[in-house]
């Protein structure tokens, strides 16, 4: 079974700071996907960044990069020059790397509030 | 990218009704679709995979008999919640994979939230 972990429920920072948002997992599986997924007040999923497992190098996405350390099982993002509409819940999530359907392994989230 | 649209966005039912909401694939053909609740401060919980043409495949301590799920095309799924209550009332979230997307991209729809009285 694939477990998603974010111990951090809620994180603060200044508007034009940088934050990192911690998230590990457990899984047997050597190849898959790790996502991580904003929710704004809108409540709409939107994919921020994504990171396949078999890329050594961390995936990077304008503001948004994420520090990929996969014999830890560690999968944090930080954002850069924070804004005032990065506010919003940010989920971690784990998917496996195969054909067919498959649905996504969420971490209970971080809820980050962007201060002026 | 990809737009999966729900609806409707929010309703309000009476205790013993059912509601049904749909899951749409506006620009792209989903062979399967995702649907998810969540409860408020919550995360996203798997409640069934829609497969278009066949049954639905229920996680674990879903009850399919309450939460009916039909996906007659490749680009509508619905959810019905059968006899609700108050229990029941919460966020409702689907989501499908598209071509257009990256490696394991789902996209997901507005949502859909239910308060039962």
């Known amino acids: 079974a694939q477990t998603v972990t974010q111990s951090q429920p809620e994180m603060s920072v200044q508007e034009a700071e940088t934050v990192t948002l911690s998230c590990t997992y457990d899984?047997?599986?050597?190849?898959?996907?790790l996502f991580w997924y904003k929710q704004p007040p809108s409540r709409q999923m939107i994919l921020v960044i994504r990171?396949?497992?078999?890329?050594?190098q961390n995936a990077t996405e304008n503001r948004f990069s994420v520090n990929f350390q996969k014999a830890a099982k560690s999968f944090s993002l930080k954002i850069s020059d924070s804004q005032l509409g990065d506010t919003a819940m940010y989920f971690c999530?784990?998917?496996?790397?195969?054909?067919?359907?498959?649905?996504?392994?969420f971490g209970t989230g971080t809820r980050l509030t962007v201060i002026p | 990218g990809a737009v999966v649209s729900q609806h409707p966005s929010w309703v309000i039912c009476k205790s013993g009704t059912s509601v049904k909401i749909e899951c749409r694939s506006l620009?792209?053909?989903?062979?399967?679709m995702f649907w998810y609740r969540q409860f408020p401060k919550q995360s996203l919980m798997l409640m069934a995979t829609?497969?278009?043409?066949?049954?639905?495949?229920?996680e674990q301590g879903v009850e399919k008999d309450k939460f009916l799920i039909n996906h007659a095309s490749l680009t509508l799924s619905t959810l019905t919640v059968t006899s609700a209550h108050p229990e029941d009332s919460s966020f409702y979230i689907c989501?499908?994979?598209?071509?257009?997307?990256?490696?394991?991209?789902?996209?997901f729809g507005e949502g859909s939230r239910l308060t039962v009285l």
């Open positions: 989501s499908a994979r598209s071509g257009a997307g990256g490696p394991g991209e789902l996209f």
């Open positions: 899984t047997s599986e050597s190849n898959y996907y």
């Open positions: 990171q396949e497992a078999y890329k050594q």
């Open positions: 999530a784990f998917m496996k790397h195969q054909t067919g359907a498959n649905n996504l392994f």
């Open positions: 620009d792209f053909q989903a062979t399967t």
């Open positions: 829609s497969n278009e043409g066949s049954k639905a495949t229920y």
